[in-house]
């Protein structure tokens, strides 16, 4: 391994040698490089500066030579005589002003009128110049004795005849003034020169040359100057042939930069010198600067050709580990990423991550088997071919792009992919493209569930009047839906808010006050609230209103916005009113019911501190009486009895009726007992009645049990709890009598102070009361759950009414749940300092019931006297004894050898042994109130089921979608919505007894496409299909749920056929719009109006694959009109030629579209064949099918007609052509425009 290493150094040196010389051989040549090209670069710059200088020297002249032409046409104006006084001195003045050297005017023969002619040569130019009636003025340049001097020469006309000429002379100094330019800072000078080489001017500068006349005298004169020839002859050849160039000029003293350049102007070129050293001074600077750098550059190439043999190793490590690195992203991207080549049709797979199989659901061997390696293959199926022609031209083009793909997977279900192109250059320069593909089926899904839940937002607005609103609380600005201005009249202000209501008329001044103060909790932050509120509506009704308002909070939990509904209660609102009216009295005695004589009571128990009065009543023997006498009879009984008992009371006091014969008397405000008494007495006076049937006497009483308020109670349970036992006392007393509840009043004592008609003393009366206890248990019981119709308010008085009656620690009430595992306390009574167990929604773990039963008496109970000795093993769960249980009973209710419930009674104070009369008591107690419980659970449960089903059935048939229910097993259609029975083929069919194969898509076997094996209650399964009964597309959700206690799948129908139709519109307006955008791009850099037309008739043509496009325009007669532009397509003849001056009388068509200026849309010209055949045979014979014409306006003047001719594409759409004609028409202004300012040119010329 060394001996290769060496060998390997060896190498690197010879290469490292190899590389220096080639470095530095590259750094001379680039040196050499950088000075020619520095060289070449300054005298681009000389000829530059050259160019501004003859501009300038032409500018010059041209600003004399109109000033020249000025004069003279002036003077041609003032007089025909040029050798006139007031010619000369009109003359003379202009030569004062002006900047010539002189002025002279030409005899019409070539002589001046004053001054001598220097040459022969002068005078045949001017009479050539006369001769030729020029216009415009001449520069000419003539040699003199004294020197050349350079001529501007202008003629003079009088009534457009020329009568002499101009003649303007620079002489040298002024000349030399026009060649003085600042040159490279002063340090260059010019020489003006004629064709033929003679100098005319030059510079002011102290070394030019000023003995030189001619060009060969400039070059041969020089000091120190090598032999001119070869340089003035160089120049005089490109004079001669009229080019520019450049030299370099040798001198001793320092050689020059010549540079030189035709003014085209009298054959005059002008000459630039300046110093070489002034102009190459940079190139040398960059030339150093370059052998500087090849010595820096050839140290530090040593240094890191060192360092470079030292780490080479070590970098190919680090390479390698990059690779890895680099590969191990490339496979964990989230995304597949895939390279693929072009192969004649084919695309061509080079190279895929795992991620890229995974997400199509392939491997890359099946891959290559079954799709032969061509991506193409497998993303084409699910594209429409439209999509995938627009992805094959974006690829030709190269064009990147993002698309979306729906790929299906082997077990059938869809997965939807984001696939993103570019393009790279591969590693033999070949265009190669690379995709990454993106897995977005869930969000896709929450894209439908999206429009889903907006398409149901929708059917809400429409099925309600709903105000919907909007507060922005960071602006105060606020928002509303449409329909709000169908009854209310716009508020004053929608800034400010709710500050701008305070005048605004809906609202009452105490209404606003409350609802500003309202709306303020939700600027502190409030989640949610709502109010009702009276608002008068601009028809000037007083309703009720209901605003609900939910808070929308920013990211830091600051709230920013307030969303909400304003809903119409008024009918619902005076319903209620009425309905409470009514539903609180009792309709046959006109007395409070039992709900409103309990809530009125309470009512006045949470308003005041006040004392009170419970009076509790029930008619003794009445159940006789109606029995005997009827129901009729006993009904006027009671209705006489209310009257009567209505009578004895105060407004104030609260009367009501709560049971058969059962009637509740709550005094108010009431200090003194005796008032209390008295009034006990009055009811036994009145209810002291006899009736008579068939010599029989039937007579009735009543008794009384009164409680008093706050002693006895505080609440109304505790009030009627404690009434109830006094009447009950009362009863078992003989009744006709009232009895105050005593805290003495329980089995053991019994102490109570009793007021009758006839007093009697009680003996040995605990014997007594326990006796009635036990014989009238149930009878109580029945009467409590009867009195109480809420099971939930019964219970509780039970329990506390046994806890006491049995000196109980704690009684409670559990129910099992439905497999069994667990129970839960639903009722539960503690004595003082006993702990409770009950916890709303906690549940505990049961016991064992297979070891608990066997251990169970004949009536189901389980008893354990002392739980200090030991719990049975199979109460394993409870931890009776660390409650300080001492004692407990288990009543156990079964119902199908399944327990139910248990009631528990536990004692805590001491251990106790439980009679059989005790047991007895308390199993009645049990099975009675089990009874009661598990009916009304049950009941609940029902009425919750029948409630959802009414609920879902409602709902179902309020929406628009299409949505059935059928049992997951059998197909049975069990629920059809509104809108499915609606469909044309299934309207008035029965879908009762029917699979949903069977009455939904007539089959008679599940369909193909069924989803139920993919289904389940977690979530929705989406996917599409057209229905082929309506044509219609849909978006479809299958669910698993349970429907009336059966499995059953539902399924949604939501129709996307709209939605699939507005995005193939705006599919084709976005390719409409880019076609139009090119085409009147291409229309505006066209030549001319007839290349701009013929470009956007061709467009118009291509998108409506038309057989012609053209324009039509009526002529100046108002009764002909004529194509003025058209274009055909391949095989169709023109029409042109034969539209031209038609009449419009001879085609109903245009002659409607004309005098109407309205669109043409004839969708079939088959229906001119009955009421117009002549027209129809015209249009037959150009073979139109049917044609498309837009109306043209400019500037809001109708111009004509753009149309088209048997268009196959966009049929029905006028899109294409409304918009076009806009552009066509401002394109025929603009045209217009110009034209009409190039005619007012020429004509101004």
């Known amino acids: 391994m060394a001996i290769t290493w060496e060998q390997s150094s060896k190498k690197i040196k010879s290469v490292a040698i190899m590389a220096a010389l080639v470095f530095i051989l590259s750094a001379l040549i680039f040196m050499n490089m950088t000075y020619t090209n520095a060289k070449k670069e300054i005298f681009a710059s000389m000829h530059d500066l050259e160019r501004q200088n003859v501009l300038m020297l ?143 001017a030059r510079s002011d500068h102290p070394i030019a040359n000023k003995k030189a006349n001619t060009l060969e005298e400039l070059f041969s004169s020089v000091p120190g100057g090598a032999d001119g020839k070869i340089y003035y002859t160089a120049i005089a050849d490109g004079m001669g042939k009229g080019t520019s160039g450049e030299m370099i000029y040798p001198i001793k003293s320092g050689n020059r ?77 989230p995304g597949g990423i895939v390279r693929y080549v072009r192969q004649g049709e084919k695309w061509r797979i080079k190279s895929a991550n795992e991620r890229f199989y995974k997400l199509i659901g392939k491997t890359k061997e099946i891959f290559e088997k079954e799709y032969d390696n061509n991506i193409m293959n497998i993303l084409s199926a699910p594209l429409s071919e439209e999509t995938k022609q627009d992805i094959e031209l974006k690829v030709k083009n190269e064009d990147a792009f993002e698309t979306e793909l729906k790929l299906g997977m082997d077990d059938g279900s869809a997965r939807w992919a984001c696939l993103s192109v570019d393009y790279v250059n591969g590693e033999a320069g070949t265009r190669e493209i690379v995709g990454i593909i993106t897995d977005i089926t869930d969000i896709k899904l929450a894209d439908q569930e999206l429009y889903v839940s907006k398409e149901q937002f929708d059917i809400v607005k429409k099925l309600t009047n709903v105000i919907f609103f909007e507060w922005d609380i960071e602006t105060g600005t606020i928002s509303h839906s449409d329909n709000f201005l169908d009854f209310f009249d716009p508020l004053p202000s929608y800034e400010n808010f709710p500050y701008s209501i305070e005048d605004y008329r809906a609202f009452s001044q105490e209404n606003t006050k409350d609802l500003i103060t309202f709306l303020e909790q939700f600027k502190e932050g409030i989640k949610g609230n709502s109010i009702e ?91 006789r009486v109606n029995d005997t006498l009827g129901h009729l009879y006993g009904d006027a009984v009671l209705s006489e009895l209310a009257r009567t008992l209505k009578s004895l009371f105060r407004d104030s006091d609260i009367t009501g009726r709560i049971g058969g014969d059962e009637f509740v008397v709550f005094m108010t405000n009431v200090k003194e007992t005796a008032v209390v008494q008295k009034k006990a007495e009055s009811i036994l006076n009145a209810f002291k009645r006899s ?43 003989g009744k006709n009598q009232y009895n105050f509840y005593s805290d003495s009043m329980d089995i053991n004592d019994l102490s109570r102070n009793i007021g009758t008609r006839e007093p009697t003393e009680i003996n040995a ?60 306390v639903l009722y539960e009574w503690c004595d003082e300092g006993v702990d409770a167990l009950k916890v709303d929604g906690k549940r505990f773990a049961a016991d064992e019931w297979s070891s608990i039963k066997s251990h169970l008496d004949e009536n189901d109970i389980l008893l354990c006297s002392d739980v200090e000795i030991g719990v049975p093993d199979f109460l394993e769960n409870d931890n009776m004894r660390d409650r300080g249980v001492k004692s407990v009973m288990l009543c156990y209710i079964i119902e199908h050898e399944k327990r139910k419930a248990v009631l528990c009674f536990e004692h805590y104070k001491e251990k106790h042994l439980f009679t ?104 929705y399964y989406v996917w599409e299909r057209t229905d082929t009964n309506s044509g219609y597309y849909y978006m479809l959700k299958d669910k698993l749920l349970d429907w009336n206690g059966r499995l059953a799948r539902i399924e ?92 419009l009388d001879k085609s109903p068509l245009w002659h409607k579209a004309f005098t109407k200026q309205e669109p043409v849309l004839l969708a079939d010209i088959s229906e001119f ?18 044609m498309y014409a837009i109306p043209i306006t400019i500037k809001g003047k109708f111009w004509g007609f753009l149309g088209v001719d048997t268009p196959r594409k966009y049929k029905g759409d006028m899109y294409v052509l409304e918009s076009v004609a806009y552009f066509v028409a401002d394109e025929i202004s603009k045209r217009n425009i110009i034209e009409m300012k190039k005619r007012k040119v020429s004509k101004e010329k």
Not at 705 to 719: F, V
Not at 1108 to 1116: A, D, G, Q, T, V
Not at 1169 to 1186: H, N
Request: aromatic residues 12%; charged residues 25%.
């Open 58 to 200: 032409r500018q010059n002249l041209e600003i004399n030579r109109n000033f020249v032409s000025s004069i003279s046409i002036n003077l041609g104006r003032m007089t025909e005589d040029l050798n006139s006084a007031e010619a000369i001195k009109y003359i003379r003045e202009q030569d004062w002003f002006a900047d010539f050297g002189a002025l002279y005017l030409i005899k019409r023969d070539g002589n001046m009128y004053f001054g001598n002619m220097n040459s022969d040569s002068e005078r045949n130019y001017y009479k050539d110049l006369i001769s030729k009636n020029s216009f415009y003025s001449d520069i000419k340049v003539f040699n003199s004795e004294a020197g050349n001097y350079l001529t501007i020469n202008s003629p003079v006309r009088h009534n457009d005849e020329i009568i002499g000429v101009l003649s303007a002379r620079f002489y040298r100094d002024k000349l030399n003034e026009l060649v003085t330019f600042d040159i490279f800072n002063g340090t260059g000078y010019c020489y003006l020169l004629s064709k033929d080489g003679s100098i005319i």
């Open 257 to 333: 930069a010549v540079s030189y350049m035709p003014i085209d102007l009298a054959d005059m070129y002008l000459i630039t010198s300046v110093p070489e050293d002034v102009v190459f001074s940079a190139a040398s600077g960059h030339f150093f600067k370059g052998l500087a750098f090849v010595l820096v550059s050839l140290i530090a190439f040593a240094a890191v050709m060192h360092y470079f043999f030292v780490a080479i190793k070590r970098n190919s490590e680090i390479i390698e580990s990059a690779n890895r690195e680099l590969s191990l992203i490339y496979d964990s991207m």
């Open 533 to 623: 509120v009276n608002l008068v509506n601009k028809f000037g009704d007083t309703l009720w209103y209901k605003t609900l308002m939910t808070t929308i909070f920013d990211e830091s939990g600051k709230p920013v916005k307030v969303v909400g509904l304003l809903t119409d209660i008024d009918e619902q609102k005076r319903k209620l009113q009425s309905a409470e009216e009514i539903a609180m009295k009792d309709p046959l005695t006109q007395l409070y019911n039992k709900t409103s004589t309990r809530d009125l009571i309470e009512s006045y128990i949470n308003s005041t501190q006040n004392q009170g009065v419970f009076m509790m009543l029930d008619i003794d023997n009445f159940k």
């Open 691 to 733: 009736f008579r049937k068939k010599g029989v006497e039937y007579g009735i009483s009543c008794s009384i049990g009164i409680s008093l308020y706050p002693w006895n109670g505080t609440t109304y349970e505790k009030l009627m709890q404690k009434a109830d036992l006094s009447l009950y006392f009362s009863k078992s007393s």
């Open 765 to 824: 009366i605990h014997g007594l009361v326990q006796k009635n206890f036990r014989e009238n248990v149930a009878e109580y019981i029945l009467k409590l759950f009867y009195q109480y119709e809420d099971v939930d308010a019964a219970v509780p008085i039970l329990l506390d009414f046994v806890g006491k009656s049995f000196n109980l620690g704690r009684v409670d009430v559990s129910v099992f749940s439905e497999d069994d595992t667990y129970y839960e």
């Open 916 to 1019: 059989k009369e005790e047991m007895d008591t308390i199993c009645t107690i049990s099975n009675t109130i089990s009874l009661f419980v598990l009916r009304a659970r049950e009941r609940v449960e029902y009425d919750e089921k029948e409630a959802q089903m009414r609920n879902w059935e409602v709902m179902l048939d309020e929406t628009d979608d299409i949505v059935y229910v059928s049992d997951a097993e059998s197909y049975e259609l069990l629920y059809l919505n509104s809108p499915g029975r609606e469909q044309p083929w299934l309207k008035g069919k029965d879908f009762k007894n029917h699979k949903c194969y069977e009455f939904l898509f007539g089959s008679d076997q599940p369909c193909s496409f069924c989803t139920m094996h993919l289904l389940s209650k977690d979530k």
């Open 1052 to 1143: 949604w129908w939501i129709n996307l056929t709209e939605k699939q139709e507005q995005q193939k519109m705006l599919s084709s307006r976005l390719k409409i719009e880019k076609a139009l955008l090119e085409g009147i791009g291409e229309m505006a850099n066209a030549s001319d109006l007839e290349e701009s037309m013929s470009v956007i008739l061709k467009r118009v043509a291509d998108l409506y694959k038309a057989d012609r496009s053209y324009m039509m325009r009526i002529n100046e007669d108002g009764h002909t009109i004529s194509m003025t532009n058209e274009w055909l397509a391949e095989d169709v003849a023109p029409e042109i030629g034969n539209l031209q001056n038609f009449p």
């Open 1169 to 1186: 064949k009955e009421t117009d055949p002549d027209e129809y045979e015209r249009l037959a014979k150009q073979d139109i099918v049917d």
